[in-house]
Protein backbone atom coordinates (compact mmCIF):
# COMPACT_ATOMS: atom_id res chain seq x y z
CA UNK A 1 0.00 0.00 0.00
CA UNK A 2 2.84 2.75 0.81
CA UNK A 3 4.69 1.15 -2.24
CA UNK A 4 1.62 2.07 -4.37
CA UNK A 5 1.92 5.94 -3.44
CA UNK A 6 4.29 6.20 -4.60
CA UNK A 7 2.66 6.82 -7.75
CA UNK A 8 0.46 10.00 -8.50
CA UNK A 9 -1.39 11.24 -11.02
CA UNK A 10 -0.72 14.56 -12.71
CA UNK A 11 -3.13 16.78 -13.71
CA UNK A 12 -1.68 19.59 -16.30
CA UNK A 13 -4.92 22.33 -16.30
CA UNK A 14 -3.27 24.51 -19.02
CA UNK A 15 -3.20 21.16 -21.18
CA UNK A 16 -5.78 19.75 -19.88
CA UNK A 17 -4.22 16.26 -19.98
CA UNK A 18 -3.65 13.97 -17.34
CA UNK A 19 -0.80 11.46 -16.60
CA UNK A 20 -1.88 8.27 -14.26
CA UNK A 21 0.57 6.74 -12.28
CA UNK A 22 3.54 9.27 -12.13
CA UNK A 23 6.97 8.39 -9.89
CA UNK A 24 7.31 10.81 -7.54
CA UNK A 25 10.42 11.66 -8.55
CA UNK A 26 9.30 12.10 -11.73
CA UNK A 27 7.05 14.86 -10.64
CA UNK A 28 9.88 16.52 -8.44
CA UNK A 29 11.51 16.78 -11.57
CA UNK A 30 8.58 18.24 -13.82
CA UNK A 31 8.10 20.73 -11.62
CA UNK A 32 12.08 21.53 -11.53
CA UNK A 33 11.57 22.01 -15.50
CA UNK A 34 9.04 24.05 -15.17
CA UNK A 35 6.50 22.03 -16.99
CA UNK A 36 4.36 22.14 -13.71
CA UNK A 37 2.77 25.06 -12.06
CA UNK A 38 0.82 25.17 -9.02
CA UNK A 39 -2.13 25.67 -9.89
CA UNK A 40 -1.80 22.26 -11.56
CA UNK A 41 -3.37 19.42 -10.05
CA UNK A 42 -2.21 15.84 -8.60
CA UNK A 43 -3.28 13.36 -6.43
CA UNK A 44 -2.07 9.30 -4.90
CA UNK A 45 -2.83 7.10 -7.43
CA UNK A 46 -6.45 5.52 -7.12
CA UNK A 47 -7.84 8.44 -4.94
CA UNK A 48 -10.45 10.94 -6.10
CA UNK A 49 -9.17 14.16 -4.83
CA UNK A 50 -7.27 16.23 -6.61
CA UNK A 51 -5.02 18.93 -4.48
CA UNK A 52 -3.15 21.89 -6.04
CA UNK A 53 0.50 21.63 -6.42
CA UNK A 54 0.68 25.53 -4.11
CA UNK A 55 -1.08 23.46 -1.44
CA UNK A 56 0.83 20.41 -1.69
CA UNK A 57 3.52 20.31 1.75
CA UNK A 58 5.18 17.72 0.07
CA UNK A 59 5.86 19.60 -3.58
CA UNK A 60 5.81 23.32 -2.20
CA UNK A 61 9.37 23.58 -1.81
CA UNK A 62 9.87 22.56 -5.25
CA UNK A 63 8.27 25.50 -6.57
CA UNK A 64 9.90 28.41 -8.00
CA UNK A 65 9.70 31.01 -5.00
CA UNK A 66 8.67 34.49 -6.09
CA UNK A 67 10.48 37.94 -4.97
CA UNK A 68 10.40 38.71 -0.90
CA UNK A 69 8.72 41.60 -0.65
CA UNK A 70 10.34 44.56 1.14
CA UNK A 71 9.68 44.85 4.76
CA UNK A 72 9.30 48.67 6.58
CA UNK A 73 12.39 46.99 8.67
CA UNK A 74 14.58 46.45 6.04
CA UNK A 75 17.47 48.74 5.22
CA UNK A 76 18.80 49.57 1.98
CA UNK A 77 22.03 48.70 1.08
CA UNK A 78 24.64 51.62 0.11
CA UNK A 79 25.67 51.26 -3.46
CA UNK A 80 29.33 51.14 -3.83
CA UNK A 81 31.02 53.53 -7.02
CA UNK A 82 31.67 52.10 -10.07
CA UNK A 83 35.55 52.54 -11.23
CA UNK A 84 35.32 53.15 -15.27
CA UNK A 85 38.30 52.39 -17.14
CA UNK A 86 38.02 55.90 -18.77
CA UNK A 87 38.13 59.20 -17.32
CA UNK A 88 36.00 61.79 -18.82
CA UNK A 89 37.42 65.25 -20.33
CA UNK A 90 35.76 68.16 -20.25
CA UNK A 91 35.03 69.73 -23.50
CA UNK A 92 37.14 73.05 -23.33
CA UNK A 93 34.48 75.76 -24.44
CA UNK A 94 35.06 77.41 -28.07
CA UNK A 95 37.04 81.08 -27.35
CA UNK A 96 34.67 83.75 -28.93
CA UNK A 97 36.51 84.87 -32.45
CA UNK A 98 34.68 87.96 -32.38
CA UNK A 99 36.19 91.41 -31.03
CA UNK A 100 34.66 93.65 -29.11
CA UNK A 101 34.25 96.56 -30.95
CA UNK A 102 32.64 98.95 -28.27
CA UNK A 103 35.77 100.51 -26.88
CA UNK A 104 36.74 101.17 -30.34
CA UNK A 105 33.98 102.61 -31.24
CA UNK A 106 33.74 105.41 -27.82
CA UNK A 107 37.82 106.44 -28.42
CA UNK A 108 36.63 106.67 -32.33
CA UNK A 109 33.92 108.81 -31.70
CA UNK A 110 36.06 111.03 -29.17
CA UNK A 111 38.98 111.40 -31.67
CA UNK A 112 36.44 112.60 -34.13
CA UNK A 113 34.34 115.04 -31.73
CA UNK A 114 38.01 116.53 -31.23
CA UNK A 115 38.94 116.68 -34.49
CA UNK A 116 35.96 118.32 -35.68
CA UNK A 117 36.28 120.94 -32.57
CA UNK A 118 39.51 121.15 -34.03
CA UNK A 119 38.96 121.84 -37.31
CA UNK A 120 35.93 124.20 -36.59
CA UNK A 121 37.59 126.33 -34.38
CA UNK A 122 40.90 126.28 -36.53
CA UNK A 123 39.00 126.83 -40.30
CA UNK A 124 37.13 130.00 -38.65
CA UNK A 125 40.28 131.75 -37.71
CA UNK A 126 39.85 135.06 -36.20
CA UNK A 127 36.19 134.83 -37.65
CA UNK A 128 35.71 133.20 -34.10
CA UNK A 129 36.43 136.53 -32.46
CA UNK A 130 35.48 139.07 -34.62
CA UNK A 131 32.04 139.72 -35.79
CA UNK A 132 31.81 139.26 -39.24
CA UNK A 133 29.07 140.39 -41.44
CA UNK A 134 25.81 137.75 -41.31
CA UNK A 135 25.58 135.31 -44.70
CA UNK A 136 22.89 133.16 -45.55
CA UNK A 137 24.94 130.74 -46.54
CA UNK A 138 28.20 131.51 -45.48
CA UNK A 139 31.82 130.12 -47.82
CA UNK A 140 33.59 129.38 -45.03
CA UNK A 141 37.63 129.92 -46.43
CA UNK A 142 40.21 127.34 -46.24
CA UNK A 143 41.27 125.04 -43.95
CA UNK A 144 45.44 124.90 -44.60
CA UNK A 145 45.48 128.53 -45.32
CA UNK A 146 45.69 132.40 -43.81
CA UNK A 147 43.56 134.32 -42.32
CA UNK A 148 43.62 138.58 -41.64
CA UNK A 149 41.46 139.95 -39.32
CA UNK A 150 40.37 143.50 -39.02
CA UNK A 151 38.68 144.82 -35.93
CA UNK A 152 38.75 147.71 -33.43
CA UNK A 153 40.61 147.88 -30.46
CA UNK A 154 38.42 147.33 -27.40
CA UNK A 155 40.23 149.36 -25.22
CA UNK A 156 40.77 152.37 -27.34
CA UNK A 157 37.13 154.83 -27.30
CA UNK A 158 37.63 156.24 -30.74
CA UNK A 159 37.01 152.88 -32.33
CA UNK A 160 41.26 152.40 -33.37
CA UNK A 161 41.76 149.64 -36.31
CA UNK A 162 43.94 146.64 -35.52
CA UNK A 163 44.91 143.98 -38.15
CA UNK A 164 46.10 140.09 -37.05
CA UNK A 165 47.19 137.12 -38.58
CA UNK A 166 46.89 133.78 -38.31
CA UNK A 167 47.17 130.22 -40.08
CA UNK A 168 44.27 127.98 -40.32
CA UNK A 169 44.55 125.36 -37.94
CA UNK A 170 46.13 126.96 -35.06
CA UNK A 171 44.24 127.66 -31.84
CA UNK A 172 45.81 131.14 -31.79
CA UNK A 173 47.86 133.70 -33.68
CA UNK A 174 51.34 134.45 -32.61
CA UNK A 175 51.86 137.41 -29.80
CA UNK A 176 53.93 139.41 -32.45
CA UNK A 177 50.84 139.05 -35.09
CA UNK A 178 47.99 140.25 -33.00
CA UNK A 179 47.04 143.83 -32.47
CA UNK A 180 49.34 145.18 -35.67
CA UNK A 181 48.53 148.85 -35.68
CA UNK A 182 49.19 149.64 -39.30
CA UNK A 183 47.35 148.40 -42.50
CA UNK A 184 52.04 148.33 -44.17
CA UNK A 185 53.27 146.48 -40.69
CA UNK A 186 50.44 144.21 -41.17
CA UNK A 187 50.95 143.34 -45.38
CA UNK A 188 54.69 142.82 -43.80
CA UNK A 189 53.64 140.64 -41.55
CA UNK A 190 52.22 138.63 -44.22
CA UNK A 191 55.04 138.91 -46.49
CA UNK A 192 57.25 136.99 -44.07
CA UNK A 193 54.24 134.20 -43.24
CA UNK A 194 53.93 133.97 -46.87
CA UNK A 195 57.89 133.39 -47.95
CA UNK A 196 57.47 130.70 -45.55
CA UNK A 197 55.46 128.77 -47.57
CA UNK A 198 55.62 126.26 -50.40
CA UNK A 199 53.05 126.29 -52.36
CA UNK A 200 50.35 129.26 -53.08
CA UNK A 201 48.03 129.39 -49.95
CA UNK A 202 44.15 130.74 -49.52
CA UNK A 203 43.70 133.76 -47.66
CA UNK A 204 40.63 134.73 -45.68
CA UNK A 205 39.79 137.88 -44.85
CA UNK A 206 37.89 138.08 -41.46
CA UNK A 207 36.42 141.72 -41.11
CA UNK A 208 34.20 143.50 -38.31
CA UNK A 209 30.53 144.34 -39.66
CA UNK A 210 31.42 147.76 -38.98
CA UNK A 211 34.58 148.12 -41.19
CA UNK A 212 33.77 150.20 -44.32
CA UNK A 213 34.10 148.00 -47.29
CA UNK A 214 36.85 150.60 -48.50
CA UNK A 215 39.54 148.89 -46.56
CA UNK A 216 38.58 145.67 -47.14
CA UNK A 217 38.85 146.63 -51.48
CA UNK A 218 42.29 148.41 -50.54
CA UNK A 219 43.58 145.14 -49.00
CA UNK A 220 42.52 142.71 -51.43
CA UNK A 221 44.00 145.02 -54.37
CA UNK A 222 47.21 144.81 -52.10
CA UNK A 223 46.97 140.58 -51.76
CA UNK A 224 46.57 140.86 -55.77
CA UNK A 225 50.09 142.38 -56.49
CA UNK A 226 53.44 140.94 -56.74
CA UNK A 227 54.93 139.25 -55.11
CA UNK A 228 51.52 138.35 -52.75
CA UNK A 229 49.60 137.31 -56.05
CA UNK A 230 52.40 134.25 -56.93
CA UNK A 231 52.24 133.25 -53.09
CA UNK A 232 48.23 133.27 -53.24
CA UNK A 233 45.73 131.10 -54.78
CA UNK A 234 42.77 132.57 -53.50
CA UNK A 235 40.89 135.25 -51.73
CA UNK A 236 38.29 134.90 -49.34
CA UNK A 237 35.73 137.02 -47.17
CA UNK A 238 34.65 135.54 -43.93
CA UNK A 239 31.27 135.94 -43.01
CA UNK A 240 28.92 134.29 -40.41
CA UNK A 241 26.47 131.98 -41.56
CA UNK A 242 23.15 132.97 -40.19
CA UNK A 243 20.80 131.28 -37.93
CA UNK A 244 17.64 130.24 -39.53
Same mark, same amino acid.
Given at each position: ??? *?????? &????????? +??? &?? %????????????????????? #??? /??????????? %??? +???????????????????????? %?? +? @???????????????????????????????? !???????????????????????????? $?????? *? =?????? &? +?????? $? @????????? @?? =??????????? !???? *? @??????????????? /????????????? /?????? *?? #? !?? %?????? /???
Amino acid at each position: MAE *KRRFLD &VWIVDANSV +YKE &VP %FTVVIDWIQQGRLLENDMTRP #SGT /KDWMPLGQSAS %FKP +YLPQGPTPTEAGDQAEALEPVELD %FQ +Y @KKVPQEEDDEVDMIPLIDVSMVLLVFFIITAS !AGGQGASALIPTPMAAHAPIGNTSGVWI $GINFDD *K =DPSKKI &V +YSLGED $G @KQSPDPADQ @KI =DTKSAMLDRLD !AMLA *K @KTAPVEVTINANKEI /KDGLIVEITSDLS /KDPRRK *KI #S !AK %FTGVTE /KVQ
